[in-house]
């Protein structure tokens, strides 16, 4: 499975962007997808998940903002990020399950077998 993250750059605070992350392999609609980010200095952590069932989660300052969906006959999953803010600001990964197996654990990094090689979001004040 080989993931392309794509849609980051540079916007004002209040803006909004789509991140789009293309997965390879003919099973997608069964993959459990995720997109995570890391600031400088910082660990990676969870930003929102999306179950093959559709089933979606979200880390709690993301709430209300932050919209994951997906498009299986695209092969692709999309995270709308709006009303953007200087704390968003990361490179942000998308991530893929393809066993769709551990939605349980769809906040851990571990729970994730392939990973896109990340679009950096940055927001200015």
């Not at 992350?21 to 930003?47: I, L």
């Amino acid at each position: 499975v080989q993931l392309q993250a794509s849609g980051g750059g540079l916007v004002q605070a209040g803006d909004s962007l789509r991140l789009s992350c293309a997965a390879s392999g003919r099973t997608f609609s069964s993959y459990d997808m995720g997109w995570f980010c890391q600031a400088p200095g910082k660990e990676r952590e969870f930003v929102a998940a999306i179950a093959w069932t559709g089933s979606t989660d979200y880390r709690n300052s993301v709430k209300g903002r932050f919209t994951i969906s997906r498009d299986n006959a695209k092969n692709t999953v999309y995270l709308q990020m709006n009303s953007l803010k200087p704390e968003d600001t990361a490179v942000y990964y998308c991530a893929a399950d393809p066993n769709g197996s551990r939605w349980y654990l769809r906040t851990r990094l571990t729970s994730y077998d392939y990973w896109g090689q990340g679009t950096l979001v940055t927001v200015s004040s």
